[in-house]
């Protein structure tokens, strides 16, 4: 099993997840669904669920087609108190790389700051990762964005 990669490709890995945390954290939800595959996988799960191996996840949308959907949700028909957050993202570790194919896992933090209140750390985990060659550049075949906490805020509305 092959765990390098190019220096490019790093480079490029590390910028995907750059622009990815831009452009969430930013509030461009026009963006999000377009760091993906047309069939991509995106899941936020409990890390107990995740290590027992059950399907159950807060989240879980299985293409391109129901990540816009969740983006139109944002918009237009969910209604919750305005904030602001924030990803800081760890170095992606590689786990498995094959041409065109890169599996790596990388630790995560979010903070949520609602207007005039102090900013909280709000979900904690780590990203496991299948990313591959397009001709776009780097796209998430799959996101698994298993959270450390069995609790969480009551509603997550934006992306992880």
Known sequence: MSTTITLEDWLALTQLHAD?????????????????TDDCVYRLQPRENHERGFPLATLAFSSKGMLKDRVYGIRETLFHDPYYQRHVIGPPRIRHAEP?????????????????????????????????????????????????SEMIPNSIIYPI
């Not at 990815?20 to 993906?36: C, Q």
């Not at 990388?106 to 209140?117: D, G, Q």
């Open 20 to 36: 990815y945390a831009s452009a969430v954290d930013s509030g461009n939800w026009d963006l999000w669904p377009e760091f993906f």
């Open 100 to 148: 065109g194919r890169i599996e790596c896992e990388s630790n995560y933090a979010v903070f949520r700051t609602k207007l005039s209140e102090p900013s909280t750390v709000f979900n904690v985990g780590r990203y496991l990762d299948v990313i591959v060659h397009t001709p776009a550049g780097l796209k998430f075949a799959r996101r698994e964005c298993i959270y450390d």
